[in-house]
């Protein structure tokens, strides 16, 4: 069995050969059957029924698909999103079955119980009702990683409201922007919270925010520091909350499978991030079985994904896919490297995790510390690893497998977006043989091409734009709105760079256009613009993003002061703090330039391909087209002086 120990000359394979999914694990897997791509094939949309047998359904649909007006998944089918990651598994007889184990920064430890959670959403649920909550409101939270969070998630779904999570590492004014698209008259936040042994406020700039918003916002908060501070008047304390509703229960709201159980916030390619709805039928059916399928879970396993609840892959695969599914959830606060850089491999021995799943550049951190880290702890819980957010390198993924998975555990590499709601293209790992580098082909009933600019398939191998050609379940409600005069020809452009080999497995090369991938979460460069070019002193920004020597992408920002913008550094300082107060400090950019001038063409169109280059060490290509190639020489050397 895998040790966990950082093993020597057991190469898995040569580079591009194929990986079979190792034989002890296929016999335990979920999904073994080789046939299930033409099956979901062959009787298309009906397959998608499939997904939906994961569920409970207050009253059945009438049609997996009706697409007469935009696309209504599973439409009349009503069901609750509480009730299907709860209250069954407790009817089930799994009452006294871990449902969520939390770690704290100082190593305290919770279990819920699915009992434990059922009593927990029940009186949320009720309180928030009592305070007039009503189905359809949207109920913001803005926490950190503790287990208040997917209480909250949860019991919003039971009584019908519409949850927004918005990051604990988000700005006042990222938090305001939210609270005020939504019109969300409800927050859930808490005090504060420790990150690498320092508290951070969060009260404060819940405050900003709600001063900084038309309606008026009732506020729950949680104690999480305990130091004794008075709230104030605008603030009701959730425990003390909590515990005048304890043993109350609230009859979980059936709401159509079109409703919407959540808004969430990502970047687009405007200055201004956008709102993404999803469903309560297609997107709990999605997460579920993928959940199954792909990360194979079931009730009696334990899963670690290490995202944030406040993004995506929070919200489906720490949240709704494994509790969906009656499996075991840890959430940890904190980092992952914090107090000690095995912090997260201690989790993992602790908790004995089966399914662990994370973003590439955790992986790549881990590399770079030291494979003695995963081999200081008994890691043989472990059956099955992934990756998601970004892609993962030929090294990375090997090292991976050896050092975490001790070569007997398959990972998936998993390709979706904030808009897709579930996973989309990946292997399944009872199934599919693992090519390093390539995410794998679209799972079933999924169809993706990858296109030249005019639409058409290019030749296998050769390079292209990634589109989805079907609807999914799991499709976020705004994507599906209006299919056009004919509903054959819908096509979802997902922004990403990819290739197709012969044997269809797709390999993502990145973000086309104007979002990045930072740390496995998107980011605009025109959000991070617009926050650079409202600084008193600043003529101009682009903001663009490369590659350090660990493949992780750093964030550049090129800034023309103004003549009279004073002192350089404190320019720069003003820079840093203005994206810090937009967005929020995981958004700042790491390198600022001041340049008197950017690369631009004739139409005075900033060339971000080039500044993209610079920032690369690349060789500048194709400058004919600018108006002024001399400032190509000069930025050169200004990126020089700072690497
Ligand atoms: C973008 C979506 C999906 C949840 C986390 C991020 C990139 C995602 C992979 C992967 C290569 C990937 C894409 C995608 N991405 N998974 N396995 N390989 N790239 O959600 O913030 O909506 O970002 O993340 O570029 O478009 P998101």
Redesign the pocket.
Known sequence: MNEGTSSTGRSSAASGTPIQPPASFVAGANVTDGSLRESFAERWPECWERAADFLDWSSPYDTVLDATDGYDWFAGGTLNASYNCVDRHVEAGRKSHAALKWEGRLGETRTYTYHDLYREVNALAAALRERGVEAGDVVTTYMPMLPELPVTMLACARIGAVHSVVFAGYSADALAMRLADTESAYLVTCDGYYRRGTAYDLKRKADNACLDVPQSVDRLIVDRLDDDRSYGDNYVGYAALLDEYRGETVEPVPRAASDPLFVIY??GTTGRPKAVRHTTGGYLAQVAWTSHAVLDLGPGDTHLCS?DVG???GHSYVVYGPLALGATTVLYEGTSDYPERDHLWGIVERNAVDVFYAAPTVIRAFMKWGAEYPADHDLSSLRLLG??????DETTWRWYHENVGGGECPIV???????TGGIL?STLPGVDAMRPGA?GPPLPGIAADVVDPHGSPVEPGESGSLVLTRPWPGMALDLGESTGEDPTDWRYE???AATVDAGGYVR?L??EGNTL?VA???LGTREVEAAIVAVDGVAEAAVVGAEDTRRDTVLYAYVTPQRDAGSEARLRERVRDAVADAIGGFAVPDVVLLTPDLPKTRSGKVLRRHLRQIANGEAVSDTGALRNPEIVGELESIVDGVS
Do not use: H, K, M, Y
């Not at 590499?413 to 808009?419: A, F, I, L, R």
């Open positions: 990502t970047s995202a993004w995506i892959t990756t998601v957010g970004e892609p993962i590499d998993t390709w979706w977006q904030t808009e293209v995410a997902t922004g990403d993502l990145g973000r991938n496995g979460r998107r």
